[in-house]
């Protein structure tokens, strides 16, 4: 006998199903992690600070790099190779270094260098400041990133 009963209408409970939205895709991300304070990022909304997983790479391969990071002790020792950013060979050498911590992303072409550069900020501090593009974003738009020497 058909009619209406809880398994759906009909006898056989055969009823449609109302259409299912589509589960919504967001792009990968990593939680940002701020060396100054060794802590993730928080937002005022509470919520963990974001990027993209490739920016996420180049910022901690750079601060590991630069000693930044209490975890990897044993890194960033070169960095006191670089006596002065005014030495001749001081932008060959944290060049060589930089591309050595982000062979990695720069042979998967995940990312491209655009410059690296010293700049001065005050009388006694001297950041590094690596500009690089990440191919997996659009528009691709220079990102730096900068650790003090």
């Excluded at 630069?66 to 020792?77: D, F, H």
């Excluded at 720069?106 to 410059?115: A, N």
Aim: net charge neutral; charged share 25%.
């Amino acid at each position: 006998m058909a009619g209406d009963f809880d398994a759906g209408e009909d006898s056989a409970g055969d009823a449609v199903a109302a259409p299912v939205a589509s589960p919504v895709i967001t792009r990968p991300r990593a939680l940002r992690f701020d060396p100054a304070t060794r802590a993730h990022r928080i937002n005022a909304d509470g919520t963990y600070a974001d990027l993209h997983p490739v920016d996420a790479l180049v910022a901690n391969a750079i601060f590991i790099t630069a000693g930044r990071l209490n975890s990897v002790p044993g890194l960033g020792t070169d960095w006191k190779k670089i006596e002065s950013p005014h030495h001749p060979r001081a932008k060959r050498t944290a060049e060589d270094m930089i591309k050595l911590a982000l062979a990695e992303p720069l042979k998967r072409k995940d990312i491209t260098i655009m410059s690296i550069e010293f700049e001065t900020r005050g009388a006694y501090t001297t950041m590094l400041v690596v500009n690089y593009v990440n191919n997996h974003l659009h528009p691709r738009i220079e990102i730096p990133v900068s650790v003090r020497i």
